[in-house]
């Protein structure tokens, strides 16, 4: 029965003219518009070197991470930030001159003043909290070596040595800091990247499309797929995974058009992204079951409430304006890391900024988790499901 | 015989309204059970309640001895449902539509090619395997909706009006269909509201009405229940009035109507009615074109049961 289903939501899926249009050529159609649109300023619209302050103090002196990464990624030729140590007074006027992002202010915390919400402010957000968190992994090293030598009996501690010591055991995480170019991230990749990650949760359409023949309460071969005996969870996993193969066709074709037609470099990122556009395209898909089983409403109501939905997330997420995921991460954290827009967004970032693969990792486990939770609150919903009308 | 369906105080409501009220009947192994109402009577209501899909009240509903429940796969295994709606795919072919349904319920290729091409056969759709719903007239198009509620062979089948807005040679298609299924053993519920059907196919009627049981029983035992006993028809031309109120005064009328130049005389009972009116019509120097007398129907049942027509 499994394969009976798969094979034949398979032969539906292909058959139907306007899923085929909205999975396989809407994309790409869009893809060539970018393509039009942003080639001429693909070469010169490369993000400009960050200009940020930094107030000198104390805390900032003592704190030997922060000016390692610091130097580390004001220098070369990719370098990410040029930084004027400066004083707190000084580093004010240049924010209200617009000379520079942002400024950092370190006392017992570390202060990101900015002065607007942009592109240029989230890097500089992320790139501090990155660093913070490697500075968190350094000082809790060098606290279970001080404490390894205390038990040892040594209480002459070279606390210098213990702490660089530490800091070379993360220096490959803090090495990746090197690597950070801004040399390949321009608004064109952006866009790109942005319609690889509306292709994955557009995808939702196709489960919804698919789940929706399985519902009594939706149409007559609902009704009569609802009394056959086949058991409800074989039928939610075997439409799902139709629903994922054609998506897979069409994100294949997406990336097949943009590399060979459209000459779009993904460079050495491309399995990366391969992969989170798969993890992205399950989580899109159960998206679409979730609202197909669990909201009672027409097929068009349901259909406006998925495309909404993504919308919505898409929006949230930045990919219409990275102001926005900015915005939300800093006010409403919780909203970003329920949306699965954000986690595909988070991961395309993540491959930018990072050169280890952590972030990335946890935003693919997250869309697996997000995407296998929704399954099967899906499947529940539907499991034993008799209607008040149909 | 065994009961094939025990539905017992069968109550489902849609907000205030009752569809269904307080329902119980059975369905016997083999019979073809009819269940006539006019729409909105409750029949898919019913249907739907037995097969699971709806939530109901109060009631209790067993097939094959068995309570039915949405996960009852034992059992729906051996049902199959002709919705009152076409169910089948748009984006599949005729022969893969039925494959789809079948396969649903048979695992085996061999078996189930061989089934599929019986159920076109039996709906008369071998010509058109290769075709897609949209393809096919609406006469063509409620057989395919048939042949994937059957090609599995259930032993039970419910057919909910599956000849609405049909042409009279698909429907006669249809309705050979269906006897052909009761021949090889089905147990069938048959829903409608064409009286006719009822007569020529169902072993058993039960006629309902806003949720409830007005009647059941064979269609004589019901015709029984008719207030009268026989209608005659005539088209007439041209009749004076004082004529047409002197049939009342003619033994056994119960009522009469003359309307579009068809005169319509209801008698309470009496076998020798048509002589005594040709008589009359002679005597008076009526002309008339075609007379024929009729036994009542069920649509008459009805109309003495609820004072409203099976159609209105």
Same mark, same amino acid.
């Given at each position: 029965?499994?394969?009976?289903?798969?094979?034949?939501?398979?032969?539906?899926?292909?058959?139907?003219?306007?899923?085929?249009?909205?999975?396989?050529?809407?994309?790409?159609?869009?893809?060539?518009?970018?393509?039009?649109?942003?080639?001429?300023?693909?070469?010169?619209?490369?993000?400009?070197?960050?200009?940020?302050?930094?107030?000198?103090?104390?805390?900032?002196?003592?704190?030997?991470?922060?000016?390692?990464?610091?130097?580390?990624?004001?220098?070369?030729?990719?370098?990410?930030?040029?930084?004027?140590?400066?004083?707190?007074?000084?580093?004010?006027?240049?924010?209200?001159?617009?000379?520079?992002?942002?400024?950092?202010?370190?006392?017992?915390?570390?202060?990101?003043?900015?002065?607007?919400?942009?592109?240029?402010?989230?890097?500089?957000?992320?790139?501090?909290?990155?660093?913070?968190?490697?500075?968190?992994?350094?000082?809790?090293?060098?606290?279970?070596?001080?404490?390894?030598?205390?038990?040892?009996?040594?209480?002459?501690?070279?606390?210098?040595?213990?702490?660089?010591?530490?800091?070379?055991?993360?220096?490959?995480?803090?090495?990746?800091?090197?690597?950070?170019?801004?040399?390949?991230?321009?608004?064109?990749?952006?866009?790109?990247?942005? #319609? !690889? %990650?509306?292709?994955? @949760?557009?995808?939702?359409?196709?489960? *919804?499309?698919? +789940?929706?023949? &399985?519902?009594?309460?939706?149409?007559?071969?609902?009704?009569?797929?609802?009394?056959?005996?086949?058991?409800?969870?074989?039928?939610?996993?075997?439409?799902?995974?139709?629903?994922?193969?054609?998506?897979?066709?069409?994100?294949?074709?997406?990336?097949?058009?943009?590399?060979?037609?459209?000459?779009?470099?993904?460079?050495?990122?491309?399995?990366?992204?391969?992969?989170?556009?798969?993890?992205?395209?399950?989580?899109?898909?159960?998206?679409?079951?979730?609202?197909?089983?669990?909201?009672?409403?027409?097929?068009?109501?349901?259909?406006?409430? #998925? !495309? %909404?939905?993504?919308? @919505?997330?898409?929006?949230?997420?930045? *990919?219409?304006? +990275?102001?926005? &995921?900015?915005?939300?991460?800093?006010?409403?954290?919780?909203?970003?890391?329920?949306?699965?827009?954000?986690?595909?967004?988070?991961?395309?970032?993540?491959?930018?900024?990072?050169?280890?693969?952590?972030?990335?990792?946890?935003?693919?486990?997250?869309?697996?988790?997000?995407?296998?939770?929704?399954?099967?609150?899906?499947?529940?919903?539907?499991?034993?499901?008799?209607?008040?009308?149909? | 015989?065994?009961?094939?369906?025990?539905?017992?105080?069968?109550?489902?409501?849609?907000?205030?309204?009752?569809?269904?009220?307080?329902?119980?009947?059975?369905?016997?192994?083999?019979?073809?059970?009819?269940?006539?109402?006019?729409?909105?009577?409750?029949?898919?209501?019913?249907?739907?309640?037995?097969?699971?899909?709806?939530?109901?009240?109060?009631?209790?509903?067993?097939?094959?001895?068995?309570?039915?429940?949405?996960?009852?796969?034992?059992?729906?295994?051996?049902?199959?449902?002709?919705?009152?709606?076409?169910?089948?795919?748009?984006?599949?072919?005729?022969?893969?539509?039925?494959?789809?349904?079948?396969?649903?319920?048979?695992?085996?290729?061999?078996?189930?090619?061989?089934?599929?091409?019986?159920?076109?056969?039996?709906?008369?759709?071998?010509?058109?395997?290769?075709?897609?719903?949209?393809?096919?007239?609406?006469?063509?198009?409620?057989?395919?909706?048939?042949?994937?509620?059957?090609?599995?062979?259930?032993?039970?089948?419910?057919?909910?009006?599956?000849?609405?807005?049909?042409?009279?040679?698909?429907?006669?298609?249809?309705?050979?269909?269906?006897?052909?299924?009761?021949?090889?053993?089905?147990?069938?519920?048959?829903?409608?509201?064409?009286?006719?059907?009822?007569?020529?196919?169902?072993?058993?009627?039960?006629?309902?009405?806003?949720?409830?049981?007005?009647?059941?029983?064979?269609?004589?035992?019901?015709?029984?229940?008719?207030?009268?006993?026989?209608?005659?028809?005539?088209?007439?031309?041209?009749?004076?009035?004082?004529?047409?109120?002197?049939?009342?005064?003619?033994?056994?009328?119960?009522?009469?109507?003359?309307?579009?130049?068809?005169?319509?005389?209801?008698?309470?009972?009496?076998?020798?009615?048509?002589?005594?009116?040709?008589?009359?019509?002679?005597?008076?120097?009526?002309?008339?074109?075609?007379?024929?007398?009729?036994?009542?129907?069920?649509?008459?049942?009805?109309?003495?049961?609820?004072?409203?027509?099976?159609?209105?």
């Amino acid at each position: 029965m499994f394969w009976h289903n798969f094979k034949y939501s398979l032969k539906v899926l292909f058959k139907s003219k306007v899923l085929i249009f909205w999975t396989f050529a809407f994309p790409i159609l869009m893809g060539i518009f970018f393509n039009l649109a942003f080639s001429d300023i693909e070469n010169s619209e490369k993000l400009d070197v960050i200009d940020i302050a930094v107030v000198k103090s104390d805390e900032f002196d003592k704190n030997i991470i922060f000016k390692e990464a610091f130097k580390n990624l004001s220098d070369g030729d990719d370098k990410l930030f040029d930084i004027d140590y400066t004083n707190l007074d000084k580093a004010k006027q240049l924010l209200e001159d617009d000379k520079i992002t942002g400024y950092l202010v370190f006392n017992d915390d570390i202060n990101i003043v900015v002065s607007s919400s942009g592109i240029n402010e989230t890097i500089l957000k992320y790139v501090v909290n990155e660093i913070s968190s490697n500075a968190e992994m350094i000082n809790t090293l060098a606290a279970n070596d001080i404490n390894n030598e205390i038990k040892k009996g040594n209480y002459n501690i070279n606390y210098e040595e213990i702490y660089a010591g530490a800091y070379k055991l993360v220096s490959k995480d803090t090495a990746k800091l090197h690597n950070i170019s801004n040399k390949n991230l321009s608004y064109t990749m952006i866009e790109y990247y942005t #319609l !690889i %990650a509306m292709a994955c @949760l557009y995808g939702g359409i196709l489960s *919804m499309y698919i +789940i929706n023949y &399985k519902l009594a309460n939706m149409n007559s071969v609902g009704k009569r797929t609802a009394i056959s005996p086949v058991h409800r969870g074989q039928m939610l996993v075997s439409s799902l995974l139709a629903s994922y193969v054609v998506q897979l066709i069409g994100l294949a074709i997406l990336f097949v058009f943009t590399i060979s037609v459209l000459n779009v470099d993904y460079g050495d990122n491309l399995p990366m992204i391969i992969l989170l556009a798969l993890a992205g395209s399950l989580a899109g898909l159960s998206l679409g079951v979730i609202v197909a089983t669990l909201i009672k409403a027409n097929e068009n109501a349901k259909t406006g409430i #998925l !495309i %909404a939905i993504t919308m @919505l997330g898409c929006f949230l997420s930045g *990919m219409m304006g +990275i102001t926005m &995921k900015y915005i939300v991460d800093t006010n409403v954290p919780l909203v970003n890391m329920i949306n699965p827009a954000s986690m595909i967004t988070d991961g395309f970032y993540a491959l930018y900024y990072y050169s280890t693969l952590d972030r990335f990792i946890f935003d693919i486990v997250s869309l697996l988790v997000f995407s296998i939770l929704l399954i099967f609150i899906s499947y529940f919903g539907l499991r034993r499901q008799k209607y008040d009308s149909i | 015989m065994k009961n094939v369906i025990e539905v017992k105080d069968l109550t489902k409501e849609y907000k205030k309204l009752k569809a269904v009220d307080d329902l119980s009947f059975e369905v016997k192994e083999g019979e073809i059970l009819g269940l006539l109402g006019p729409n909105g009577s409750g029949k898919s209501t019913t249907i739907n309640c037995i097969l699971s899909l709806l939530n109901f009240q109060k009631g209790s509903i067993k097939i094959f001895g068995k309570e039915m429940k949405p996960d009852s796969y034992d059992l729906k295994r051996q049902i199959g449902v002709i919705f009152q709606e076409v169910a089948v795919f748009e984006e599949l072919t005729v022969y893969d539509n039925v494959d789809y349904f079948c396969g649903l319920y048979i695992n085996d290729k061999k078996l189930r090619e061989k089934y599929v091409n019986e159920a076109l056969e039996l709906a008369g759709l071998l010509d058109y395997k290769k075709f897609y719903p949209k393809q096919l007239s609406g006469g063509l198009l409620r057989r395919l909706n048939i042949a994937c509620g059957i090609a599995h062979k259930p032993k039970l089948i419910f057919l909910d009006e599956p000849t609405v807005a049909v042409d009279p040679q698909s429907r006669n298609n249809i309705l050979e269909g269906i006897k052909k299924l009761r021949d090889n053993g089905a147990t069938i519920v048959y829903t409608t509201h064409y009286m006719e059907e009822v007569e020529i196919l169902c072993d058993r009627i039960i006629i309902l009405d806003k949720g409830k049981i007005l009647a059941s029983g064979t269609a004589s035992d019901l015709k029984e229940l008719s207030e009268i006993d026989e209608k005659i028809t005539v088209e007439i031309s041209e009749i004076d009035e004082s004529i047409l109120n002197e049939i009342n005064n003619l033994e056994n009328v119960d009522d009469f109507t003359f309307e579009m130049n068809v005169l319509t005389v209801k008698y309470k009972k009496g076998k020798n009615n048509l002589g005594e009116l040709i008589n009359f019509l002679k005597k008076n120097n009526v002309t008339y074109n075609k007379i024929f007398s009729e036994r009542p129907t069920l649509n008459d049942v009805f109309l003495s049961l609820t004072g409203k027509e099976l159609r209105d």
